[in-house]
């Protein structure tokens, strides 16, 4: 009797977990929503109420597939029942998936009044061309190269005597500071848009992404003051790249991990 069971459990495991989760990662794939908002920590009840049973907007899509030949799920079967309110609360599903609530339950629904969006705008599903965190994981690699390699030239500057090398360094440092101008923007803009709560490596990232800024002033300060082979100016320095580096850990955390 145990192993029937075993076998039956094991069964309907392989059933549920090779049969449409593909569906799950193709919504959350194309539609990117805030992984704070309801929809965003959703799962299979974007389509089902309790699986397999699925959801008014679940049986939209089923409509489609039925009359598909490969019985794959589409990014074009998904923008098709936008205009919809399958679950009949009165927001279409559009409107529902942007406000980041379940399309397929008439109890979940965006608080304001049904805008009546008939499709979700591109510039949220995921062949916008902006990229999901604004273009912050790409700039931001500018004042990190600019620092670290500021600090190599300094250090070749003190053991070969080559002041020209220490001259390229303080314009490397300021560069990454000014390069911040462009940096932090970016990020405040990902973070607004990407609705991360301010917390866990978020909080760190942001913390530490200050304490960047403020030090690369210091930096730049203290070179003025106490030359560049003061101890005074390697401890900033040195301090100042261990938390650019700490910024990039907790920023790769966000994005990556
Ligand atoms: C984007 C909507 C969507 C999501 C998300 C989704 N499903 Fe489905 N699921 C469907 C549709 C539509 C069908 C019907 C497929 C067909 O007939 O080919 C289905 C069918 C199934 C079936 C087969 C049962 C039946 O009656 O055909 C199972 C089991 C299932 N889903 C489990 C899951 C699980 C588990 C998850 C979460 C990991 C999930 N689904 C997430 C839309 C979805």
């Known amino acids: 009797m145990l192993k029937v069971l075993c076998a ?7 059933c549920i977990s090779s049969a449409k989760p593909p569906f799950l990662i193709t919504f959350k794939e194309y539609y990117k929503p805030n992984p704070s908002s309801v929809l965003g920590q ?16 679940g049986k939209e899509l089923k409509k489609l597939l039925d009359s598909s030949s490969d019985g794959k799920l589409t990014v074009d079967m998904l923008k098709q029942v936008e205009g919809a309110d399958s679950d009949g609360d009165g927001y279409t599903n559009a409107d529902e998936i942007i406000g980041g609530v379940l ?8 608080s304001g ?12 599903a995921s062949n916008s061309i902006i990229p999901a965190n604004g273009f912050h994981p790409i700039v931001i690699h500018f ?20 002041d020209a090398l220490g001259t390229a360094a303080v314009w490397n440092i300021h560069g990454a500071l000014a390069s911040m101008a ?15 709560k301010l917390e866990g490596a978020m ?23 106490a030359g560049n082979s003061s101890g005074a100016y390697w401890a900033i320095l040195l301090l100042t790249a261990l938390v650019i580096g700490a910024t990039g850990f907790f920023g790769g955390q966000m994005v990556y991990g």
């Open 8 to 14: 039956v459990g094991m069964i309907s495991a392989a």
């Open 42 to 57: 959703a799962k299979c009840e974007i389509c089902h109420g309790q699986v397999p049973r699925r959801n008014p907007y």
């Open 103 to 110: 399309p397929g339950d008439p109890a979940s629904h965006p």
């Open 113 to 124: 009044p049904a805008g009546k969006a008939t499709s979700v705008p591109v510039t949220q």
């Open 143 to 162: 004042p990190i190269a600019l620092f670290l390699f500021g600090v190599l030239l300094e250090f070749v500057c003190l053991r070969k005597k080559v």
């Open 182 to 196: 462009i940096v932090v923007p970016t990020g405040v803009a990902a973070w607004l848009v990407g609705g991360h």
């Open 203 to 225: 909080l760190f990232h942001m913390i530490c992404a200050g304490s960047s800024l403020l030090l690369m002033a210091v930096t730049i300060v203290t070179r003025r003051k």
